[in-house]
């Protein structure tokens, strides 16, 4: 658990990897390594190859932005497709279905997180997460 204001915060930590790829420059275990290293400890989900979302999902994406990737009104994005943010939309809609309020992402080449305590607001404040 996490604390804020004082109180203890119920924390989910979900570990999203890549898929295991077959073939290819991508080829790798992805998925089960960290299943197999950290699956114990943590939840582990697989990067979902292909995301097909309808407006009844309520994300506000318009029409005109992503008309390329439209087919009967529904958005259809593949990692190639979405780009560098295909996997932090996949994680903000894993969040919104699971019912979370709140989602904290971080990727996986930080060394370091710290947190700032803004009542303070000095420097010095700087606690390690």
Known sequence: ALTDGGR?????QVLVVRPDEQTGAG???HFTA?????????VVVRLPRKMTLSEDLNI???QKQF????????LVLTPETGGIGYARLFIQI???LLGLEQVWMIDDNVLDCYEL???????QA???C
């Open 8 to 12: 203890d915060v119920a924390v989910r």
């Open 27 to 29: 080829a790798g275990r």
């Open 34 to 42: 960290y299943l197999n290293d950290v699956g114990r400890k943590l």
């Open 60 to 62: 506000g994406f318009s």
């Open 67 to 74: 008309s390329a990737q439209l087919e009967e009104g529904r």
């Open 94 to 96: 894993f969040a919104h």
């Open 117 to 123: 305590n803004l009542t303070t607001g000095s420097p």
């Open 126 to 128: 700087l606690l390690p």
